[in-house]
C-alpha cells in the first residue's frame, strides 16, 4: 500500500463517528416527522454550525486536526506503509468518539432549534338531539298475510332497520292493542330497543285496536324530553276500536307538546287474508277481509302535529316510508374543530446534553492523552 493511499484510511475511520450520529438523528426525524410542523427556523443557524463543524473536523491542519500515531516514525520513509488492521479501524473510530459526539450534540440542538409541535386535531361534537317512540299495532289484524310472513313481523323487520340508520338517537317503543304499554323507555341502547321490538306480539293484550290510547301512551313518554325534536312514528292497520281516548285528543297532547306525528297505514287495497277466528288448538283461521284504515284520522293527526302520513301496501314501500322519515329527521350536529399542538423538542434537547456531556466525560478521562 502507498502512502497515498495509506492517508485516506484514517480519513475513512474518522468518518465513522459522525457519519453514524447524523444518520441516527436522519432516521428518528424521519420516523416521526409525520404529523409534525416546525414553529421557529432558527434551526437553519443550527444546522449551519454543524457544516462549520464538520468542516473544522475534516480539515487536515485545522483545529480539530488528530495527531498521526498510525505508524512509527521508522515507517514514514518507505514507499510502502503497513496496511490497517481491524484493531486500527477500531482505534481510529474511538479517538474521533468525542467529535462524533459533538456532531450529534449539534444535529440534536439543530432539530430542537426548529420547535417541532405535533398537531392533534380535537372534535368537540354536540347534537341537537331527536328523541324518538316508535308506536306499533299489535292487534289480531297485523297477523294478516298481505306482506311477508305477516304485518307484524314485516313492521318489526324494517323498524329495526330503522333504529340501526339512526346511531345517536334516543327511542323509544310502546305497544297497543285495546290498550298499551311501553315496552322500551326512550334509550341509545339500540339492542335493547331492537331486542324490545323482536319480542312483540300479539295477544300480549286485551284485544282492540286503541290508536288513540297508543299516541296518548307515546306522548307520556316524549313530554318530559328535553330534545330538541320529539317524534312519534305510529303504526296501524285498522280504526281506532278501544281505548278511553279518541285519536284526535291524543294528537291534540302531542301538538301541545311539540311533538311531531308520522303516522303509517298497513295493508293492501283491497282484501286481506286475515285471522278471523282462534280455533281449538290455538293457531289463527284465516280468511279473507275488506282491509279498513281510518286513513282520514291518521291524515288529521299527521297535518295537526306537523308530521306526514304515508300508506304502506307491502312490506318494500313500508321500507321506502321509513327511508324517507330518516330523511326528514335527521340529527343535526355542531362540531367545533380545533389543534392542540405539543411541543416535541425536548427530547432533542435532552439528547443534546447527554451527547456533549459524554464528549466532556471521555476527552476528560479516556481519551485525556489523545485529546491533548
Excluded at 305510529?234 to 306525528?261: F, H, K, M
Excluded at 314501500?317 to 322519515?325: H, S
Excluded at 459524554?358 to 492523552?369: A, D, G, R
Aim: charged share 20%; hydrophobic share 45%.
Amino acid at each position: 500500500m502507498t502512502m497515498r493511499e495509506a492517508h485516506w484510511q484514517p480519513l475513512v475511520a474518522r468518518t465513522i463517528p459522525h457519519a453514524i450520529a447524523l444518520l441516527g438523528v436522519a432516521m428518528v426525524w424521519a420516523v416521526e416527522r409525520e404529523g409534525v410542523t416546525c414553529a421557529e427556523q432558527w434551526g437553519w443557524l443550527g444546522l449551519a454550525i454543524l457544516t462549520l463543524h464538520l468542516v473544522l473536523v475534516f480539515l487536515p491542519s485545522g483545529p480539530y486536526a488528530t495527531q498521526g500515531m498510525w505508524w512509527s516514525p521508522s515507517d514514514l520513509h518507505k514507499v510502502e506503509a503497513p496496511g490497517w488492521t481491524l484493531l486500527d479501524w477500531v482505534v481510529g473510530a474511538w479517538l474521533e468518539l468525542p467529535r462524533g459526539l459533538r456532531t450529534l450534540g449539534l444535529a440534536a440542538l439543530s432539530v430542537a432549534m426548529f420547535r417541532p409541535q405535533t398537531a392533534s386535531t380535537v372534535e368537540n361534537m354536540t347534537r341537537e338531539g331527536i328523541d324518538m317512540v316508535l308506536a306499533m299495532d299489535l292487534s289480531g289484524s297485523m297477523l294478516s298475510k298481505d306482506f311477508k310472513p305477516n304485518r307484524l313481523e314485516s313492521a318489526k323487520e324494517v323498524a329495526m332497520e330503522f333504529v340501526d340508520s339512526r346511531p345517536f338517537d334516543r327511542i323509544g317503543v310502546v305497544a297497543y292493542e285495546g290498550e298499551a304499554f311501553t315496552s322500551v323507555p326512550i334509550t341509545t341502547d339500540h339492542i335493547v330497543v331492537k331486542n324490545g321490538l323482536d319480542q312483540l306480539n300479539t295477544g300480549q293484550l286485551q284485544g282492540g285496536t286503541a290508536i288513540g290510547t297508543g299516541l296518548a301512551t307515546a306522548v307520556n313518554r316524549l313530554k318530559g324530553s328535553e330534545a330538541e325534536s320529539k317524534v312519534v312514528v305510529l303504526l296501524t292497520d285498522g280504526e281506532n276500536n278501544a281505548g278511553q281516548i279518541e285519536p284526535r285528543d291524543a294528537a291534540q297532547l302531542s301538538e301541545l307538546n311539540g311533538i311531531r306525528v308520522y303516522t303509517i297505514g298497513v295493508g293492501t287495497i283491497g282484501k286481506a287474508k286475515s285471522p278471523v277466528a282462534i280455533l281449538p288448538n290455538g293457531n289463527y283461521k284465516y280468511d279473507w277481509v275488506d282491509v279498513r284504515i281510518d286513513e282520514a284520522t291518521l291524515q288529521e293527526i299527521a297535518t295537526s302535529t306537523g308530521g306526514r302520513y304515508f300508506r304502506a301496501t307491502n312490506a318494500d314501500k313500508l321500507e321506502e316510508i321509513y327511508q324517507e322519515i330518516d330523511a326528514l329527521e335527521r340529527t343535526q350536529f355542531n362540531v367545533l374543530r380545533y389543534q392542540r399542538k405539543t411541543e416535541a423538542s425536548g427530547a432533542w434537547v435532552l439528547l443534546t446534553m447527554v451527547a456533549l456531556a459524554m464528549e466532556f466525560v471521555l476527552k476528560s478521562t479516556l481519551l485525556k492523552s489523545a485529546n491533548a
